[in-house]
């Protein structure tokens, strides 16, 4: 069975119940076609944003959760919760989470294993840094990144992996094209070594960093990208529905 395509939106720290509205335009223009649509939203509108979205296409993930299932742990949010109110997909180890709380490969892959746990698919997020990139040592952080943030029991159907030069988010900044195809390739070829070629065929890697309508066909013309994690353009139903259209015809 080919694996279905992957367009996701990670809304990050913004949008107030009144963004839901963008929902409905995104539903209008998302042409029929058998790939994933999938938004993020802050926590405060998974809910409201399941509802909305039920019956239609688009499915609802977190930005983050919590290893536990529950406790005292003031202000986190845990995989059963997000679940709870209705998300099937959960981010963890996006590199703002890694920069801005610490986050270590130990830690995301506790979150992983936490969104298994729950029935989440862990949408989990790697990437070099600018200066790693410039000292090209993009491959060996991936490498590093895998080994310490994927649990043992990976599946096409568990897990889809990001790919997010931390250079390129945010900035309008996106590697060439053969580079996005090396680290691609280089994902796909360390899950086949640790989890079979099976299991490596079957994860969606995903490309993220400044993806834009006006990109995004190009990108998903790269051997190995089964589709993109969109922030800033996934904000706007006007540029995430072209991008998620884009990936109709690949
Ligand atoms: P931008 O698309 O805004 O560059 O963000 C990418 C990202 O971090 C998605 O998780």
Redesign the pocket.
């Known amino acids: 069975m080919s694996k279905r395509k992957l367009a996701a939106g990670?809304w990050?720290m913004n949008g107030l119940a009144a963004a839901l509205s963008e929902i409905d335009a995104l539903s209008q223009s998302l042409q029929n076609a058998d790939r994933e649509v999938v938004l993020c939203p802050p926590a405060t509108l998974v809910q409201a944003m399941a509802a909305k979205t039920a019956g239609s296409p688009i499915e609802v993930g977190g930005q983050d959760c919590h290893a536990a299932a529950s406790g005292a742990h003031t202000g986190d949010i845990s995989a059963e919760m997000l679940a709870d109110a209705g998300a099937r997909y959960v981010?963890v180890g996006?590199?703002?989470r890694r920069a801005d709380h610490g986050e270590t490969d130990d830690e995301v892959r506790a979150k992983t294993e936490a969104a298994w746990r729950a029935g989440l698919v862990a949408i989990v997020?790697i990437g070099e840094t600018e200066a790693q990139y410039r000292a090209k040592e993009t491959l060996q952080v991936i490498d590093t990144q895998l080994a310490g943030s994927l649990p043992d029991s990976v599946t096409g159907a568990n897990t889809v992996i990001?790919y997010?030069p931390v250079w390129?988010?945010?900035?309008g900044l996106v590697p060439e094209m053969d580079e996005i195809g090396e680290v691609h390739g280089a994902i796909r070829q360390r899950l086949s070594d640790r989890f079979g070629a099976d299991t490596a065929a079957a994860v969606r890697i995903l490309y993220?960093?400044?993806?834009?309508p006006g990109n995004a066909t190009e990108i998903f013309a790269v051997p190995d990208v089964d589709g993109a994690?969109?922030?800033?353009?996934?904000l706007k139903a006007s540029d995430f529905g072209p991008i998620a259209n884009a990936l109709a015809g690949h």
Request: with cysteine; net charge neutral.
């Open positions: 990670n990050k981010i996006h590199s703002e997020c990001a997010e390129a988010i945010g900035t993220g960093g400044s993806v834009k994690l969109v922030g800033g353009a996934s």
